[in-house]
């Protein structure tokens, strides 16, 4: 049953599209377009079968140790991975990406001594699509209560001629084969089509099937080099739920890099679409511009409750794991970074910290404590003003007057010119030189 909807917004029109139809129990009745005409423009945003999916928890796959550790000067020694995966086993997530057993003896010798360090979370080894590859994950991963090998090939035209020299039927063929060697060993296998961003659709979806087909138990979407724009990848996972018959005997995952700035977004669009496992790091490290922001999906999908959405993560321990890793790494938080960074919960402009200190909502929609960062930051700059200054005298335990405060702000100013940041010392100083006030 198809059935289209056209509502006039002015002069643009938004054409909602149901498109009803039962696939399985778990991707059940409908799925969803939106189309917006302008114009000059036609946007489509594929809404994906979210309001019937009978199971709407996002799997949180962290894989900092092992596509995060891929960045240049993070390498870490297996104390360090374990130590940070028993962190992220508390934190809550759903499967550890250990490492790359084949790639190192080191990595190996941390998948096998995190298997044995954590309790219930599943931990992943990654292999190419190679026999000595899958079987040297498979011993690494030997004493996981929950192992599960991570195969897979590039699916792009670009990766299928200029990698591997090839053709699109020898690589189905090869992922295959692939996914069947591996479940020789784990019950649980994830199956990635690399470059899948930028492979087509009609070829993916016929990858997709033939490895589900095979024993895959999860498919990995990556958009490995960070090109879709989120109705694209969107579209992707909706074009998978919708053309591959056998979708439901596996859990979809998107693997998004940031190199445009949209590995969150391109997520958050994928489970929209019916993806039901997110791939993640924690600050967002990964191979060049690093991969999706653990905290952010938690934090976005806590927000948005009206998404349907929920994980397992548990929220106060997301800047603690933060520092942590960012310590263990050696990669320094950008102070602007969202969840994390030191700026985000500062207020510096007056407009904002009047609006703050009249009610915290008007300029914060996480609390600081919600997420486990220190409480919010009133910043003292030359674009502070008289309400912040007061703030921040109160907390330092002087109580000035309307008239007091006036006249402090003017030296205040002064202060704020020379230097970018007034600190508390700056604060005494001028309190001190008002008549009447004590240290
Ligand atoms: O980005 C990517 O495609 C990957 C795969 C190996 C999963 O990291
Ligand atoms: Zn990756």
Known sequence: MLENQLFGLGNCFIEKRIN??????????????????????????PIG???????????????????????????LNTSEKVAIALQLE??????????????????FQSVQEISLAVKEVSVCGLSRAVQKDIETAAEALKHARRPRIHTGIGTSDYHIKAKFNSTREDILQRAIQCVKWARNFTDEVEFYAEDAGRTDNEYLAQVIEAVIAAGATVVNIPDTTGY??????????????????????AIISCHCHNDLGLATANSIAGVIAGARQIECTINGLGERAGNTSLEE?????????????????????????????????????????????????????????DGFLKDAQTYEIIAPEEVG???????????????????????????????????????????????KEVQDEDLKAMAVAMAGVEM
């Open 20 to 45: 009803a139809h039962t696939l399985s129990k778990k991707y059940a009745v409908e799925d969803a377009t939106f189309t917006v005409r302008t114009n000059t423009n036609v946007f489509i945003y």
């Open 49 to 75: 079968p979210i309001k019937i999916m009978s199971n709407n928890k996002i799997h949180i796959f962290d894989t900092t140790l092992r596509d995060g550790e891929q960045v240049p000067g993070c390498k």
């Open 90 to 107: 508390a934190l809550g997530v759903d499967i550890i990406e250990a490492g790359f057993p084949i790639s190192s003896p080191g990595d």
């Open 228 to 249: 879709c724009l989120p109705y694209q990848y969107g579209e992707k996972i909706a074009f998978l739920v919708n053309n591959v018959p056998n979708i439901d005997k």
């Open 297 to 353: 999906v938690v934090m976005i999908i806590r927000q948005h409750g009206h998404l349907g959405f929920h994980t397992d993560v548990k929220a106060p321990m997301l800047n603690p794991i933060s520092r942590l890793v960012s310590d263990t790494m050696r990669m320094p938080v950008q102070p602007n970074k969202a969840i994390v960074g030191s700026n985000a919960f500062s207020h510096s402009s007056g407009i904002h910290q």
């Open 373 to 419: 960062a220190d409480t919010s930051k009133i910043i003292l700059t030359a674009r502070s003003g008289r309400s912040a200054l007061a703030y921040r005298f109160r907390k330092l335990g002087y109580d000035f007057n309307r008239d007091e405060v006036d006249k402090l702000y003017e030296q205040f100013l002064q202060v704020a010119d020379e230097k």
